[in-house]
């Protein structure tokens, strides 16, 4: 398969070849990037070269079947544990074994995909690991849940929409923006609050009733208040307009 590394099976499936690219790279050497993706579960296998990463800056930097990297901050592994707990960043603990197969951790992995496979499977590969639990570096708000609300009140400030009531009870739920008279919901949402499948189906659960009761329910992302403030106050003002032209 590769110099020094043979098969005894006329047919091997992806972490078949994988092993054999991580023994033909030697001491230390793990899979990564896409590859290290696939073995997690984040990303569906990509033919092509097997991806894999060895802690060190000198040598070759290419073998036929195998696209390498080279990065002196990777550990070196020995044997394969049992459990070896998967830490993120740089810096950390990078690399453990999935299926008895040295590679790095998930957040290393993520970090390495960046700028390496096109931004929709770099979105999706932080979103399956998302869904498999795992907490992921910068995936956590940086802003409060009132820090969110005082964002999108001083948007309305600024942009001299009708102030909002905030935090009202409607029924048995609490919603962050009100305008009763249109009967407009305005709901700002971060990762930290709505995280997990509690809260996702809470949400939806929270949008069925009020839309039933004859409310418009809208939702915006820390992300979207902050990238794209206009989008937002354009999406708002056209909802209460619409309220006001029937």
Known sequence: MHRGVYSMSPSLNFHAHWMAAVLACGEGAVLSHSSAAALWGLLRPIDG???????????????????????ASLTRLSSPPSYLPIRGGRGGQLVTYRHNIPVTSVQRTIDDLHGTVPPY?????????????????????????????ELFLDLCHRHRLPLPETNVKLGRWEVDFLWRVERLVVETDSFAYHRGSIAFHDDRARDLDLRQQGFTVIRFTERQL?????????????????????
């Open 226 to 246: 902050e990238e794209g403030p206009e989008r937002v106050v354009a999406d708002v003002a056209r909802a209460l307009s619409h309220w006001r032209g029937r």
């Open 121 to 149: 499977l770099l979105r999706r590969a932080r979103r399956q690991a998302e869904l498999k639990g795992i907490r992921l570096k910068g995936a956590e708000s940086k802003r409060s849940r009132s820090d969110l609300e």
């Open 49 to 71: 070269p097997a991806h894999v990463s060895v802690p060190t800056t000198s040598g070759r930097t290419s073998r036929r079947g195998i696209h390498l990297h080279r990065c």
